[in-house]
């Protein structure tokens, strides 16, 4: 009788050829390429005289270095124009399909995937970006690689991979009205730290993930790099295929009946075997939120920070509250802050921006607080507008720009100044992440909102409190 898990199925049905002493030959079915990672692997195909292969399986588009004011067209950064002119030129001599600005699916490259159905169960999936993971909530093992394997996968459609080990991570019990999936990957990585899954693919199971939609199981695989995992997947059910449904990369007619009957079958064994296993109590949790330099620096809402006589790691701890300038059994409920941040590849989907206008209707964003809300794609945007969050965003003084990774990390103008605070929606919160100097604190989109409109840190409970008195 079989006990595979589905990372195993998965894995086994893409091996090209299998060598004693060498990395597996793996079949690549998707490639998705952004203007910071792909120039390199196609300059070196041409210089090779390589055929780049399959290019029905590549889409490619711009998020880290594009503008997300009004005036995209016009970038003073150099290196960033660079990029993305060497972008286009390259998508249009090899004939790559490419979503460039106003092509109404440009956008983040792990957004516009799913969107556009790109993303299908039990796929292969590559890029080169390390947050490739959030296409595994499909079903599909995706996870990023450096420019050489870009390079093999477009001439070959194929990389040499070593198996990665497989960890189950299982969420049981009923979580606080206010807890979102964001605030669950971060109680993992807090629970396991940024090591705690090195070298695995994770299989997030249980009652509370298959109660999610998909944009929150992509919040969740998003953040699996955080806690070194390789990927992160969850297996597809009919939310899965609820949401693939009619968009435009997906199987049609009888040919989706045929392929929904596949991913069915697409699930571990009821004994499969992992390497490791944990289960995450989610029991009445709380909001969580960072407090340090990096994603395992996390407590929930409710909670103090860390004394460093009970830190593992005494040096970055210390490191950590100099930078941030907290200290130790300090809440950070009441901490001013000076920007707010929505959107990223963790959270920038419809659902985020329904869940931040629901936050901010009625409200003023504080006189001390900068907002940003950024969409993941311009089809989110699109959205967005047809549903009137643009005109909530705009009563409250939020900013809604165009679509781009913007303030998640400091390669185009959108960067959070020297020493200020921001609490931001993304996924990474090191030191200089969103601009030098600069201070993150990771949340929900609705802990976001909520602190935006006090002007400090707190959650959406402490905001409806207050708004009673």
Not at 178 to 205: M, S
Request: charged content about 20%; proline content about 4%.
């Amino acid at each position: 009788m079989s006990n595979k898990n589905i990372i195993d199925k998965i894995w086994d049905n893409h091996i090209v050829q299998k060598k004693p002493d060498f990395p597996y030959v793996l079949y690549i079915d998707r490639i998705l390429l952004h203007e910071v990672t792909s120039a390199q692997a196609i300059e070196e195909i041409e210089k090779r005289g390589l055929t780049i292969r399959n290019k029905q399986n590549i889409i490619a588009t711009v998020d880290h270095s594009i503008p997300t004011d009004t005036n995209r067209k016009f970038i003073a950064d150099e290196v960033a124009r660079a990029q993305i002119e060497r972008l286009r030129q390259n998508c249009k001599k090899h004939s790559i399909t490419f979503f460039d600005i106003e092509s109404k699916h440009q956008g983040i490259v792990h957004v516009i995937g799913p969107e556009l159905g790109f993303t299908l169960p039990g796929t292969t999936i590559i890029c080169g970006d390390s947050h490739t993971a959030t296409h595994g909530a499909f079903g599909a093992l995706a996870f990023g690689v450096g420019t050489t394997e870009i390079l093999y996968a477009m001439s070959t459609s194929c990389i040499l991979q070593e198996k990665p080990k497989t960890f189950k991570v299982e969420f049981v019990g009923h979580p606080d009205k206010y807890f979102t999936a964001k605030d669950a990957i971060l109680k993992l990585i807090a629970k396991i730290g940024i090591g705690g899954a090195q070298g695995c693919v994770i299989e997030y199971v249980g009652e509370y993930i298959k109660s999610l939609s998909m944009e929150a199981r992509m919040t969740i695989c998003n953040m699996s790099i955080e806690c070194g995992a390789r990927a992160g997947l969850i297996a597809p059910d009919n939310t899965t295929f609820n949401y693939l449904k009619g968009r435009d990369y997906a199987p049609k007619g009888s040919n989706w009946d045929k392929m929904v009957e596949t991913w069915q079958q697409l699930a571990s064994d009821k004994d499969a075997h992992y390497d490791q296993s944990i289960t995450i109590d989610l029991t009445n949790a709380k909001p969580m939120i960072t407090w340090g330099i990096n994603p395992e620096h996390a407590i929930a809402l409710n909670e103090t920070t860390p004394l460093l006589e009970n830190a593992h790691d005494r040096i970055t701890f210390e490191k950590a509250y100099a930078y941030t300038h907290l200290k130790p059994a300090q809440s950070l409920e009441g901490v001013p802050i000076d920007f707010a941040f929505v959107g990223s590849c963790t959270n920038g989907r419809i659902e985020d921006l329904r869940a931040v206008a629901k936050v901010l209707d009625g409200y003023k964003v504080a006189a001390n607080v900068t907002m940003y809300i950024v969409p993941g794609s311009e089809g989110v945007l699109i959205q967005a507008k047809a549903e009137g969050l643009d005109k909530i965003f705009a009563s409250s003084g939020a900013q809604l720009r165009l679509p781009g990774c913007s303030m998640c990390l400091a390669m185009n103008p959108d960067k959070v100044p020297p020493g200020k605070r921001c609490i931001s929606t993304t996924n990474r919160n090191f030191i200089g992440r969103q601009g030098p100097d600069s201070i993150t604190h990771l949340a929900s989109p609705q802990t976001v909102a909520a602190s935006s409109i006090m002007g400090y840190i707190t959650s959406v409970e402490r905001l409806e409190e207050h708004g009673k008195v």
